[in-house]
Each structure stands twice: as C-alpha cells, then as structure tokens.
C-alpha cells in the first residue's frame, strides 16, 4: 500500500514522521554492494522490484510520493571508481556515473570537451540538489507527469494512470498512450557531444550511443535491459572548431526541471561556415531528441545567411505534437526561439542576444 | 529491515538504528532532537532542511540515513557556541534578514558554506548560492545586505589574526 500523506498532518511522530507509512517503511530493502557485478545482480535478482540508488534526489520524492513501484533499493555509493572523471589517455573524457553535477559542472576536462554539458549540469535543479544528485542519475531520470508525480490522495481521486500501471492516459486520451516528459537537462548536451554510456549487466559490459538509451516511451524511459545500470559516460575529444551552447527555460531559473531546455554543437571553420550540427531538445517528448531538420538546414551553411525566423519555424515544426504544458502554442513558439538562441551561441553569435 | 549507522553530527559522534527510508532529516530532528533544520516541502524545492554534509550543503529531506552512514553532518546548532552567534547569524539578525526564521537555518550554513570557499563572493555567486532556499516573507534584499555584511566581517577578522 502506497502511503496517505495526509497522515502527516495527523501525527508528528510514528509512523508518519518521514511522510510514509508503516507499511512502506517495512517493505523496502536496503542493499549496499562494493561491486559492481554484486550491483547488478542484486538488480537482475529482484527485477522490477528494484532500482539502482545514486544521489537519491529523484528517488526519494518518488519513494514519499509513493510512485517508485521498488521495494529494493540497490545503493551504488560503495561501488569504487564510480565517482571519477577523467581522461582517457588523452582523448575522451570519461564520467563516472556518480560524479555528482556539481563536479560535472565545474570540471574543467569537462568544460572543455563539452562545454553545454557544464552548463547543463549546472542548471539543472539548485545547488543543493547537485551536491547530491549525480550525472548517472539525471540521464536515467524518470519521466514526469501532472497525473503521475503527485501524492497518494491526489492520485487517488482518478483511476490509475498508464504509468502507474492503470489502463488509461489522462493527457493523451486520443490516442490513449502515456505521454509523460523527460525532463533531464544534461542528456540533450550529451547527445550533442555524441555521448556514449557504458551499461553493466549481468552479462557483461557494453558500451551504447546516449541515443540508443532512451526507448521514446513515457511509461519505461530506458531502454535497459534487466539488472543493467549506467556505469559511465564516455565523451568523445572534441574536433578542431566544436563549440556547444546549452540553453534552458524554467518557471523558476533557480530550481525548476526544464519547460524545454535546447543543446546545439556546431564544427564551426574560421569564416563561420558550420560544417556540422547537432541539435538536441529536453522536455518536449519522453526522451531527449535531435531535431536533424535543424541540423540539416544549418549546414553548410552561415548561421547569419539562415533566418532566424525560418530556422525557428524548422525546429518548431521538428518537434511535433506536445503534451503536458500549460500553453502549447507557446511551448512550440519557445522551441524554436530556443533552437536559434542555442546555434546562436554555439557559434559565438550571440552578442544582443538573449543570455537564457 | 532496520540497519545500524553511524554519524559524525556537529563533532559528536553517534551510532543510531535507522529504517531504509528514514532520512537525514528524519534521524536529525526526531532522534536527536535537532530541530534547526527544518521539514518544508520535503521533497526538496524549499532548502529549509539544509545541512551540510560532508563539507557541502545539501537537502537533508532528500538524504537517506542510510546513505549518509560514516558521514560528517554539520548543522545550524553546531555553527556557534552555546549562546554565541556566528558572524553570519549576527548580520542576519543585524540586517533584518529574518523574519519568520523558517527558512533562516538554511540560508544560514549556505552562507557559510559559500563564505568558507569563496571569501569575496561577487553578488552573482551568493545568489547562485542561495538559489536553492527559497523565503516566503521577507524576499532577499535583506538577504543579500547579510551575506554581503557577513563576508565583509569574517575578512576583516581574517585581517587581524
């Protein structure tokens, strides 16, 4: 049984005194491997029921909230190496996936193989949330929904929603198929950096592009197999001309997740042709995505000879249909806004431009 | 399950039983009767339970016990002696910056934590800071009249030693 925060108010200690109820209390299991093979077996062993724990920051208001569905909770803070990064040689710069955001954030191997990755780990949440919180955490952030993070009571004055595992969507009643957002900030820098994650399992380690991690649906945002975690984040050294920008749009700048949050990379030669773009957005879907149309169109080409205005329109178009947003006409206008601001500053064309 | 864990809190250390889902908060305000740290949203939007851990501040509400085992835990009762203020709690007080005080243990060891690494702090990095402590009564011009007064107070003491 899920907890009744309203206990809460009724009593100061007991069970209630952490906001959960006996019931959960008593139905959760702490692991605390030292491997990470122990880690991942420990996760294959009892499969769905439990998930990887890393800062905790997502977790934990999963876990009050009671929408975490896991009774096992495998930590990963005595697993060794984890929290290192480095370079490889002197080539790609390797994450481990518990270095927290604000190590991210201020690495300097960091800024300057991907410099919207800095700044992606450096908005995301306050500086609280990343003291704690850790680069493996956000990039295996859940989906979120209006119908699905909420309390016990909340929730319980509708039928379950798909995620929770009911039969229905309360967003996307159409087509009745979860819609719920992926709302972490650093993934769209890491596909604009062209990312790879190392995953561990119980078979063994391999190495995936950060694309392939995402599986597009609201309901199981990861595309992981059973027992398998993220274990590192190779980003690739930098080509001669890269540059990358990271730009984000929040209710709140200082804590929220993104409304939308655009990274755009561009290999940029010494007249400002872009050889090459990469553009990815945050927020919009149930997983990060590139937008190829806006990449497409940019290359080639000068930044200043694409408008501005039709260069906004491509990406708006790009991004198809959205959910979960108060004002979707203007969440489309913000995209690409958003997306011109981004290449903008990544090719260092910026000046009397928005700073968001 | 409940499982044992030991704390190092304001320099004392304790061994205490905890469950797998109390949090740092939890074993804080009602095992040890530290109630300095607040509960406000906790789910970790508000900074009221703000501790440090480890030499950085943290949202406590959003720390499993568990997971701060062997840790160092440093709180608001541990900033000053018994009776005394910090300097950082004086130009609080000085500068109005408090009013109902909910949200002050918080801003309080953000300060402090911010003073200790960065002693000059330009306006841009103590709004980063505070960034995740959010104050419903006052706003922050008083805030930031605080923390400014404070920093330049802990260098002046600095000077003289």
């Not at chain 2, 000053?80 to 910090?86: F, N």
């Not at chain 2, 200790?116 to 505070?130: G, S, T, V, Y």
Request: with cysteine; net charge positive; glycine share 10%.
């Amino acid at each position: 049984m899920a907890p009744n925060p309203s206990r809460k108010r009724q009593s100061r200690r007991g069970a209630a005194q952490s906001g959960m109820s006996l019931s959960m209390e008593n139905g959760i299991h702490y692991h605390l491997p030292e491997t990470v093979s122990e880690a991942v077996g420990l996760l294959a062993r009892h499969g769905a029921a439990a998930r990887a724990l890393a800062g905790g920051t997502d977790l934990v208001p999963a876990l009050k909230l009671g929408i975490l569905g896991a009774r096992h909770l495998v930590s990963l803070r005595r697993v060794p190496g984890l929290r290192d990064i480095a370079l490889d040689g002197d080539r790609d710069v390797v994450i481990g996936a518990l270095a927290t955001l604000r190590a991210v954030a201020t690495s300097p191997l960091v800024e300057h193989a991907c410099a919207a990755l800095a700044e992606a780990a450096g908005r995301t949440g306050s500086p609280l949330l990343r003291n704690r919180g850790t680069l493996g955490g956000n990039v295996c952030l859940d989906t979120r929904c209006w119908y699905f993070n909420q309390s016990e009571a909340w929730r319980a004055s509708r039928d379950r929603c798909q995620k929770a595992g009911g039969a229905r969507c309360h967003v996307n009643e159409r087509e009745n198929r979860c819609v719920a957002l992926f709302s972490a900030d650093t993934p769209a820098a890491l596909m604009v950096a062209g990312a790879r994650v190392e995953l561990a399992g119980p078979s063994g380690m391999r190495w995936i592009g950060i694309e392939a991690l995402y599986s597009g649906e609201g309901r199981a945002p990861l595309a992981l197999a059973p027992g398998e975690i993220v274990t590192r984040i190779r980003i690739p050294k930098p080509l001669a001309g890269w540059r990358t920008a990271y730009v984000k749009h929040a209710v709140r700048e200082s804590i929220d997740f993104p409304i939308l949050g655009v990274a755009a990379g561009v290999e940029l030669a010494p007249d400002g042709t872009i050889h090459a773009a990469r553009v990815a957005v945050t927020g919009a879907r149930s997983a990060p995505v590139r937008l190829p149309e806006v990449e497409n169109a940019v290359g080639g080409r000068r930044l200043a000879d694409v408008g501005d205005g039709d260069l906004a329109r491509i990406a708006t178009r790009a991004l198809g249909p959205l959910f979960l947003s108060d004002a979707v006409p203007h969440k489309r206008l913000l995209a690409g806004l958003m997306t011109v601001d981004a290449l903008a500053r990544a090719a260092g064309e910026d000046s009397g431009r928005r700073r968001s | 399950m409940k499982r044992l864990i030991q704390l190092t809190v304001n320099g004392q250390a304790h061994d205490l039983v905890v469950t797998p889902v109390g949090t740092l908060l939890d074993v804080l305000r009602d095992d040890l009767g530290l109630t300095g740290a607040k509960r406000g949203c906790d789910l970790g939007a508000c900074g009221a339970c703000t501790v440090i851990l480890d030499g950085r501040p943290v949202n406590s509400c959003l720390t499993l016990a568990v997971e701060a085992d062997g840790s160092d835990v440093a709180t608001i009762e541990g900033v000053a002696a018994p009776g005394r203020l910090h300097p950082v709690q004086e130009a609080f007080a000085v500068h109005g910056a408090v009013q109902c005080g909910f949200c002050t243990p918080g801003m309080v060891l953000v300060t402090k934590s911010l003073l200790d690494e960065c002693p000059e702090p330009e306006d841009r990095q103590i709004r980063e800071a505070l960034s995740g402590n959010l104050c419903r009564c006052t706003g922050y011009v008083k805030v930031l009249d605080a923390v400014r007064a404070a920093a330049r107070r802990l260098r002046a003491r600095e000077g003289v030693r």
